[in-house]
């Protein structure tokens, strides 16, 4: 029989929980109500379809295998900067799709620095657009993520491992047989497989880099059917194909999905004593630096290129840039209310919840939810007045299974260590959230509000089914001109939007921490 | 009066059957082999184990489904008795009011308890800037404030050294007696028994026996007690 625990938020949390349940099922029921079946699926369609399912594979397998060696290299070398650079793979995650794009094309467009190159040495040159360009953007992306993933992995190899192959005097490839490829079979398959659902439903690079019948995502189509064609029958009929195929995905690969950590800490490399000849190091030292450079020079190029734009920005760059901060802080208070209440009851639960709720917002799209939404809101309002609450509340839904994963853990160890002495003390409801709850979870909530508004402000889904004219988010404008090929101003409208999303992140961190007191 | 009629707990396959009375004023040592369910007794009479059958009454009230913070006891556990995040002020302070809406008067009573056991120089520390003996002082102004007519004790100096953990029994039983409180405290040293306890129940065999006269029972030990005690 289970002890006495302390209850947190039941009440809210259970209903907090059938809200989100409840909103993406609205959108769901609208859109299978809308979707026309007669038709059923076009050649373009099932193109779509094959094209979506494709380039996540090749995304997520060109990941993995370029992160393997990176993981490696970085698990066994120490060098100044190692502690910066395992932090900078976190920043993918909150850097805005868009900017990185822009970034991409100022390297890899066509004339970005590496035709230039190529054109210097009578090369042909390369182009960034169709299946290579969204490869390269989702590698972009996810190379780090599997990196983190797989270091992670390689810190779970005991030292004494080590130490013990050491004294056989196992070469490096015994060593890769003997300890690296067991462990290597253990953590790729969950990490691939997690790559792939993301790519599943990555709509911001397949509008900008996809496109034409050879290159577009079922996301894309979805988007397409809606906008150019003001075609809802079929933009449902889509968001149901992809709820299937992303739904599917999410669940067949559940129960090898790794647990994403977010912690920076115990990165500490081990010691070890092998590969410490001329030719692995000088082999590591040139996969870090080619990674490095991959992840940074994209950057770089935006920060470069931005400040010229800087100037040139029209004013409805500032007024999207405050609009787009409007929505991050609501996405930030939504999100905080509902993961709040969902942990309390979570945490005070036994395990095992979390994980549904994390494939819930794994399978469900924006665009799905969008389209949804838009269906129910059309008939009774025009939805271009509500495209910034609604882009606010779909990613504080998108940020939710992440932010459960960061406060619940936490929540749970409070409890564990401190629900008897608040029980003792009779101190409950909202003073237990006031007095030991939101002082305990400070630097958590600070983490989670931070990777909200980052992934908010940042994000180019919903808001292009809803926005009209006069509303729209700073990605959104930025997206218009790169249309209309003002890119200089669209440069400074990067820069501005990667400097809004590292400082919300920060200033929410930092925040977190400061009042927790470290 | 504290008393637990054909008291039985339940958790998972462990069993443990109680019956006691527990006077006020008194001091019980709660004695008894590794794993016997001593902290278990304690968790029950305090409310964070249901008892699977039986009666707790105070006074003739029943509190058996009393949730912890509405029982007339307070229990020190092996840690975590503050706050780190709170300041010892405020600690001692939610001992008081479980809201901290705190008026004059609490704040007066907060301040002579921290004086009572000689923090007032520590009292906007933290529990982490304080030494072990200051961290238990600290909880044991709490224990003052709370002023509840039972107090137990689950070991919570079992990581002091044996003199600072003396000096803590010694406040301990110097509270107790100036507030009129019932102690009831776990331990494993047959000296704390006779340092401070007046009786002893044992815990032993899925039974925590009624309590009986300490001096008798250290004196005349049971078999299995004798054992124990080595």
């Not at chain 1, 998108?398 to 029980?423: E, H, K, N, W, Y």
């Not at chain 1, 402000?457 to 809803?466: M, N, P, R, S």
Request: charge should be positive.
């Amino acid at each position: 029989m289970a002890g006495r625990t302390l209850s947190v938020s039941t009440f809210t949390g259970i209903s907090a929980a059938a809200l989100v349940v409840a909103l993406i099922l609205a959108a769901l029921l609208a859109v299978i109500s809308r979707a026309e079946w007669g038709g059923g699926l076009t050649a373009a369609d099932w193109a779509a379809i094959r094209f979506t399912m494709w380039q996540a594979a090749l995304s997520a397998l060109i990941s993995v295998l370029l992160a393997i060696p990176v993981a490696r290299a970085l698990a066994r070398r120490h060098f100044r900067g190692r502690q910066v650079l395992v932090t900078l793979l976190g920043a993918p995650f909150i850097l805005p799709v868009i900017v990185a794009v822009l970034g991409l094309l100022a390297v890899f467009g066509r004339s970005g620095w590496v035709n230039g190159l190529l054109g210097w040495l009578g090369l042909p040159e390369v182009s960034i657009y169709g299946l290579q360009g969204v490869v390269l953007a989702h590698v972009f992306f996810n190379l780090p993520l599997a990196t983190r993933l797989l270091l992670q992995g390689w810190q779970t190899i005991p030292a004494e491992r080590f130490r013990l192959a050491a004294q056989v005097g196992l070469t490096p490839g015994a060593m890769f047989r003997v300890i690296e490829i067991p462990l290597l079979r253990q953590i790729v398959p969950g990490v691939t497989a997690l790559i792939f659902v993301i790519c599943l439903t990555s709509f911001a690079v397949a509008l900008t880099l996809g496109g034409g019948p050879r290159a577009t995502t079922v996301e894309l189509a979805i988007y397409q059917a809606f906008r150019f064609d003001f075609d809802l029958g079929r933009a449902a009929l889509l968001s149901v194909m992809q709820l299937v195929i992303a739904g599917s995905a999410a669940v067949a690969a559940l129960w090898i999905l790794p647990e994403a950590g977010f912690g920076s800490g115990q990165d500490r490399p081990v010691q070890r004593w092998d590969a410490r000849s001329g030719l692995p190091k000088a082999l590591d030292i040139v996969l870090i630096g080619l990674a490095s450079g991959f992840l940074l020079l994209p950057l770089w190029a935006v920060v470069l290129r931005g400040f010229v734009g800087l100037l040139q920005m029209p004013d409805t760059v500032w007024v999207a840039a405050g609009q787009s901060l409007m929505v991050a802080a609501g996405s930030i208070l939504l999100l905080l209310v509902i993961a709040l209440s969902m942990a309390g009851w979570i945490a005070t639960r036994a395990r095992g919840s979390v994980e549904a709720i994390g494939l819930l917002g794994l399978s469900a799209s924006p665009l799905m939810i969008g389209t949804g939404w838009f269906i129910l809101i059309n008939p009774v309002l025009d939805p271009a007045l509500l495209s910034l609450p609604v882009t606010a509340l779909v990613n504080a839904l998108m940020a939710l299974p992440f932010a459960l994963r960061i406060l619940v853990p936490r929540l749970r160890d409070t409890v564990q260590d401190f629900g008897r002495l608040s029980q003792t003390l009779g101190v409950r409801g909202r003073w237990l959230w006031r007095w030991v709850l939101l002082p305990r979870m400070a630097p958590q909530i600070g983490f989670a509000a931070g990777l909200t508004g980052a992934l908010s402000v940042g994000d180019l889904g919903v808001i292009a089914l809803f926005a009209d004219l006069e509303r729209a988010t700073l990605p959104l404008q930025m997206y218009r001109l790169m249309g209309a090929y003002r890119m200089e101003a669209a440069a400074g409208a990067a820069l501005l939007l990667l400097a809004m999303a590292l400082a919300i992140f920060w200033l929410c961190d930092r925040g977190g921490r400061h009042l927790a007191g470290t | 009066m504290l008393a637990l009629e054909k008291g039985l707990i339940v958790q998972g396959d462990f069993r443990l059957e109680a019956e006691m009375r527990l006077e006020p004023g008194r001091r019980y040592a709660v004695i008894g082999p590794s794993g016997a369910g001593k902290s278990t007794l304690l968790a029950a009479l305090c409310g964070f184990l249901p008892l699977a059958r039986g009666r707790l009454t105070w006074e003739g009230r029943d509190i058996t489904d009393a949730a912890p913070g509405e029982r007339p006891m307070t229990m020190l556990f092996q840690d975590n008795n503050l706050f780190p995040h709170l300041t010892v002020t405020q600690n001692v302070g939610l001992g008081v009011r479980p809201d901290m809406r705190l008026s004059a008067e609490d704040r007066a009573r907060v301040a002579s308890a921290l004086e009572r056991v000689g923090l007032t120089k520590h009292a906007d520390k933290r529990p982490g800037a304080l030494s072990g003996g200051q961290q238990s002082r600290a909880a044991l102004a709490r224990v003052l404030v709370q002023g509840r007519p039972l107090v137990l004790l689950d070991e919570p100096f079992a990581a002091l050294g044996p003199a600072l953990r003396n000096e803590m029994l010694d406040l301990v039983q110097a509270l107790v007696s100036e507030t009129g409180a019932s102690l009831v405290m776990v331990t494993h040293a047959p000296d704390d028994v006779r340092r401070i306890a007046q009786e002893v129940i044992y815990v032993a065999d899925g039974r925590a026996e009624s309590p009986v006269p300490a001096a008798d029972l250290l004196d005349n030990p049971p078999p299995a007690l004798r054992e124990y005690l080595g």
